[in-house]
């Protein structure tokens, strides 16, 4: 599987964003899929994630009430709505399937190249 993650830029704060993660490949459908982010220094941290069938979704706190995680299978696509954005959501962020833990990254098998966002005060 393959993924290219696009749809981040620059906003202001308050604004929204969202971002895509398109896939190829056949087996799409049967992954979870995760979005991270990252700073320059800081470790890649979990944002949100989605099951395979998409009934089950997970945010982490920073982000719970703000973000909405969703996919359209039959488009190979998953998508992170950013709404209410804060200058601390700047980062670049990634998407990733193919896992058994939702919130370890180690455990996610394919990366996509990472979309930047940044959100100015």
């Known amino acids: 599987v393959q993924l290219q993650a696009s749809g981040g830029g620059l906003v202001q704060a308050g604004g929204s964003l969202t971002l895509s993660c398109a896939a190829s490949?056949?087996?799409?459908?049967?992954?979870?899929v995760g979005w991270f982010r990252q700073v320059p220094g800081k470790e890649r941290d979990f944002v949100a994630a989605?099951?395979?069938?998409?009934?089950?979704?997970y945010y982490a706190d920073s982000v719970k009430g703000r973000f909405t995680i969703s996919r359209d299978n039959a488009k190979n696509t998953v998508y992170l709505r950013m709404d209410s954005l804060k200058p601390e959501d700047t980062a670049v962020y990634y998407c990733?399937?193919?896992?058994?833990?939702?919130?370890?990254?180690?455990?996610?098998?394919?990366w996509g190249q990472g979309t930047q966002v940044t959100v100015s005060s």
């Open positions: 490949g056949r087996t799409f459908s049967n992954y979870a």
């Open positions: 989605i099951s395979f069938g998409g009934g089950t979704t």
């Open positions: 990733a399937a193919n896992s058994d833990s939702y919130f370890n990254r180690d455990r996610y098998r394919y």
